[in-house]
């Protein structure tokens, strides 16, 4: 027996109708670090990868390792297919620490993380203090409706960092959230280091429907 909504079919014999947005996550685009400048979200299979063929994206980063002391992550959009990436981003973030030995703690506000109206590549985790072998990043990005012409680019960021600053070991919470200020079309990202290399590290793509 089918399921029926103000006309509209929801259930055909047990199965969801194919016009029903199920919220499934497809891959589009795996890059993975290797000593790399950049990592660039361009290009796809067969198209861009960031268009209309899903209005929300997710950035999934899996253990971003960098390769020099002393540096975020950062990242920009392009609305001209990665040929420049400088459009102007506004964001705000705080975060949460805790040391290993539990003898500090910290939540506020990260003013060094944030931004107004920057067309600089925009950071995306707390300042990375030491290369320790076992160092390393986690975390998930939200990228709505990118390929918009009529509204800004919201982003939000939620993601976890393993560091050491001298001695002491402590895990950063990161919570960053933004829009690129543009009503163009944004069909390509880039993300780097503020200095050096990424080490090693994964980053997918993800379109939801």
């Given at each position: 027996m089918g399921v029926i909504s103000n006309g509209t079919t929801l259930l055909d014999?047990?199965?969801?109708?194919?016009?029903?947005?199920t919220g499934a996550m497809t891959l589009i685009k795996t890059l993975t670090a290797s000593s790399s400048a950049t990592l660039s979200f361009?290009?796809?299979?067969?198209?861009?990868?960031?268009d209309s063929t899903y209005d929300s994206y997710v950035?999934?980063?899996?253990?971003?390792?960098?390769a020099s002391a002393n540096q975020h992550l950062t990242w920009q959009a392009s609305t001209d297919s990665g040929s420049n990436y400088n459009t102007a981003c506004t964001s705000t973030a705080f975060g949460a620490?805790?040391?290993?030995?539990?003898s500090f703690?910290?939540?506020?506000y990260s003013a060094a993380e944030d931004a107004a109206q920057s067309t600089s590549f925009i950071s995306l985790s707390t300042e990375n203090h030491a290369i320790e072998n076992d160092d390393s990043y986690s975390g998930t990005l939200n990228f709505?409706?990118?390929s918009s012409t009529t509204f800004v680019k919201h982003f939000i960021l939620q993601a976890n960092q393993v560091n050491t600053s001298g001695t002491a070991r402590y895990v950063a919470r990161e919570m960053i959230a933004g829009y690129f200020n543009t009503t163009s079309a944004i069909?390509?990202?880039q993300f780097k280091m503020t200095s050096g290399n990424i080490d090693a590290g994964i980053i997918k793509l993800y379109g939801i429907k």
């Amino acid at each position: 027996m089918g399921v029926i909504s103000n006309g509209t079919t929801l259930l055909d014999a047990g199965a969801i109708d194919s016009g029903i947005a199920t919220g499934a996550m497809t891959l589009i685009k795996t890059l993975t670090a290797s000593s790399s400048a950049t990592l660039s979200f361009v290009d796809g299979a067969s198209s861009v990868v960031l268009d209309s063929t899903y209005d929300s994206y997710v950035f999934k980063f899996i253990n971003i390792h960098v390769a020099s002391a002393n540096q975020h992550l950062t990242w920009q959009a392009s609305t001209d297919s990665g040929s420049n990436y400088n459009t102007a981003c506004t964001s705000t973030a705080f975060g949460a620490q805790h040391n290993e030995a539990g003898s500090f703690t910290q939540l506020g506000y990260s003013a060094a993380e944030d931004a107004a109206q920057s067309t600089s590549f925009i950071s995306l985790s707390t300042e990375n203090h030491a290369i320790e072998n076992d160092d390393s990043y986690s975390g998930t990005l939200n990228f709505f409706d990118p390929s918009s012409t009529t509204f800004v680019k919201h982003f939000i960021l939620q993601a976890n960092q393993v560091n050491t600053s001298g001695t002491a070991r402590y895990v950063a919470r990161e919570m960053i959230a933004g829009y690129f200020n543009t009503t163009s079309a944004i069909d390509a990202v880039q993300f780097k280091m503020t200095s050096g290399n990424i080490d090693a590290g994964i980053i997918k793509l993800y379109g939801i429907k």
